[in-house]
């Protein structure tokens, strides 16, 4: 007795058709309980009838499939991609194979290729980085965790704008929170001055690794290493941490996510369609959310410190350049060349080196050793003028220019490289 190999859905529809010729059912009941037409059905059951169950195995079992790649190509392919193309991944390597090679070959298949082969892991595969939980820290203030948001935050009916956010790592409450136009140095100087202003000094700053914070150019060689922003932490004594991962600051992460969901509707209910206006709903809206999430920490004195009588925060929180005084006592900041105006000698300020500062309201002011000088651009400077007693003005004015006189013919100007006088006369 011969042994037909046949898949479950062939089994049914050899069940199904004999019930259809022991006229236990009707074709039309076949086709539908076999999810097909009727004609189908019609044709399964005369190749049953006229070869037996074998009729009713597929035509494409042991054939090769007309999709198949051809013999050859796949090893053609590994060796062109181990060979130059190691470190690509499949979609630049299927590109490269193209072009240059004629090698053409489905993306999927040169995926596969490299998957198989152990060249390229799929994302699906890649190890996943695991992130250890750390602790929380122990008092409120003693770890902040600071970042900026962009998002639609108005839902259209504002601009479109960033949300700085200070989070307390020790009881996940938002300390502070400040709309601006954009992440830049002017606008963290302005929300650093109101978070100081509210709380105190924190101990340590934990942002990411924006530009604000971080000298992100490698082999950078002129400044200090450190950004306005980092200049001015360190003058109020807080230690700046960057993150390395978002992971690693996500209490920060997590509150966006809450505040994206939660304050644009409120502010949606509130109808606020400016940045003034939702700054100044943001206190009572950040009162109502620590009161529902904010958490106690597990010591309950405070790590902020106030500020100190030598820190001025107006002087802080700005801009500071060195610059090189010229012999004539200028130097140029942003394309203005600045002129200092002294009453004492000048020759102690030749070749100094002297501090710039411009504030967030864009004044220059430029001090030596502390002090401040006078400084003038050049496009408003005053020109110089000389003082005459009132005597003298007419006699001043009664001076005429000195004529300049003709050389004569036997000038030294008026020889030839002979040193003998030239042929012709001088003409005046």
Not at 92 to 108: D, N, P, Q, T
Not at 154 to 161: I, M
Not at 284 to 291: Q, V
Not at 403 to 428: A, I, Q, V
Request: aromatic share 8%; charged share 30%; with cysteine.
């Amino acid at each position: 007795m011969e042994r037909i190999p046949m898949s479950n859905k062939e089994l049914s529809k050899y069940e199904e058709l004999r019930k259809v010729h022991e006229k236990r059912q009707t074709m039309a009941q076949a086709a539908e309980n076999l999810n097909m037409s009727l004609r189908q059905a019609k044709r399964l059951s005369k190749s049953l009838r006229t070869f037996g169950a074998r009729g009713l195995l597929s035509k494409k079992v042991g054939k090769a499939s007309n999709r198949q790649v051809p013999i050859g190509s796949r090893e053609i392919a590994l060796s062109l991609i181990q060979e130059h193309y190691a470190d690509f991944g499949p979609t630049l390597a299927h590109e490269y194979l193209k072009e240059r090679h004629g090698v053409r070959l489905a993306i999927s298949t040169i995926r596969n290729i490299m998957i198989k082969n152990e060249i390229w892991i799929s994302k699906t595969h890649r190890r996943k980085r695991i992130f250890q939980l750390r602790p929380r820290r122990h008092r409120e203030g003693e770890l902040i965790q600071l970042d900026g948001s962009e998002h639609e935050w108005f839902e259209g009916r504002g601009p479109y704008c960033t949300l700085i956010s200070f989070i307390d790592d020790a009881t996940s409450k938002i300390m502070f929170l400040k709309f601006v136009k954009s992440e830049n140095v002017v606008d963290y100087f302005s929300a650093m001055e109101g978070y100081i202003e509210k709380h105190g000094r924190p101990v340590t700053l934990y942002p990411d690794k924006h530009g604000v914070f971080r000298v992100n150019r490698e082999g950078a060689l002129s400044g200090t290493g450190m950004t306005q922003f980092g200049r001015a932490m360190k003058e109020l004594d807080i230690q700046l941490i960057c993150a390395n991962t978002p992971q690693a600051k996500g209490r920060v992460e997590r509150r966006h996510r809450d505040l994206q969901d939660r304050l644009v509707k409120a502010m949606r209910l509130q109808k606020i369609v400016t940045l003034e206006d939702a700054n100044a709903f943001l206190p009572s809206f950040i009162e109502d959310f620590n009161k529902r999430f904010g958490r106690p920490p597990q010591d309950a004195s405070n790590a902020h410190r106030p500020l100190l009588l030598t820190q001025n925060l107006s002087r802080i929180f700005c801009r500071k350049t060195e610059r090189r005084l010229c012999k004539n006592l200028t130097l140029q900041y942003k394309n203005v060349i600045y002129q200092i105006i002294t009453e004492r000698s000048s020759y102690a300020l030749r070749k100094a080196t002297v501090e710039v500062l411009e504030s967030r309201e864009g004044i220059v002011i430029i001090e030596y050793r502390g002090k401040e000088l006078r400084a003038v651009p050049y496009h408003q400077m005053q020109a110089r003028t000389e003082e005459v007693s009132a005597k003298e003005l007419m006699e001043r004015l009664s001076v005429k220019p000195k004529c300049n006189s003709k050389p004569g013919r036997y000038h030294p100007w008026k020889r030839n490289f002979r040193g003998s006088p030239p042929k012709t006369s001088f003409c005046g």
